[in-house]
């Protein structure tokens, strides 16, 4: 469950992590889906035989299924602000894919707080890193800067 902190106490959790969800299984069907709703049926996602003779040995799952999941796995590990009345997703600064996500895998986030600004409107725009872990995997399946506009009431 994320922490809640007032708006002036944002400054103090710059630079540190805010969070870490559970792990969360990446199996067949979901990749099945995923690709089924994107219209994006390359055959490393969905084609376990064809998959196999790739350098991946098995199907992998789309890049930007591992992303969309951002909003579940980091929501519970970014903090809430005091008074706020919602978050809006204002997009991302940077994402970069570094690893596949191989099917059956375990993924989870971790998050980082990196930058708040007062906007106009009763608004702050923040910033978190959120990294996202491939269970007994060395290296991330992605790093992400995602922002989100959150909005305060009164």
């Known amino acids: 469950m994320a922490e809640t902190v007032s708006k002036d106490d ?6 540190k992590e805010t969070g870490l969800s559970d792990w969360f299984l ?4 979901r990749i099945n889906k995923f690709a089924d709703v994107t219209e994006d049926h390359q055959f490393i996602h969905i084609d376990k035989e064809a998959a196999a003779k790739t350098p991946f040995g098995t199907t992998i799952a789309h ?5 969309s999941l951002l909003s579940h ?24 894919f ?11 986030a971790r998050v980082k707080l990196t ?6 409107g009763n608004r702050l725009l923040i910033k978190n890193e959120i990294t996202i872990e491939i269970k ?13 506009m959150v909005v305060i009431g009164g």
């Open 98 to 108: 570094l690893s596949p996500v191989k099917v059956d895998s375990e993924v989870r």
């Open 63 to 67: 890049g930007f299924l591992t992303l």
């Open 10 to 15: 944002l400054q103090n959790y710059i630079g």
């Open 136 to 148: 007994d995997e060395k290296h991330p399946a992605l790093i992400a800067e995602w922002l989100t």
């Open 73 to 96: 796995l980091a929501g519970k590990g970014m903090l809430a602000v005091e008074g706020a009345v919602m978050g809006i997703n204002y997009g991302c600064d940077k994402v970069r």
């Open 115 to 120: 930058e708040v600004s007062e906007k106009p």
């Open 26 to 29: 990446i199996d067949q069907d």
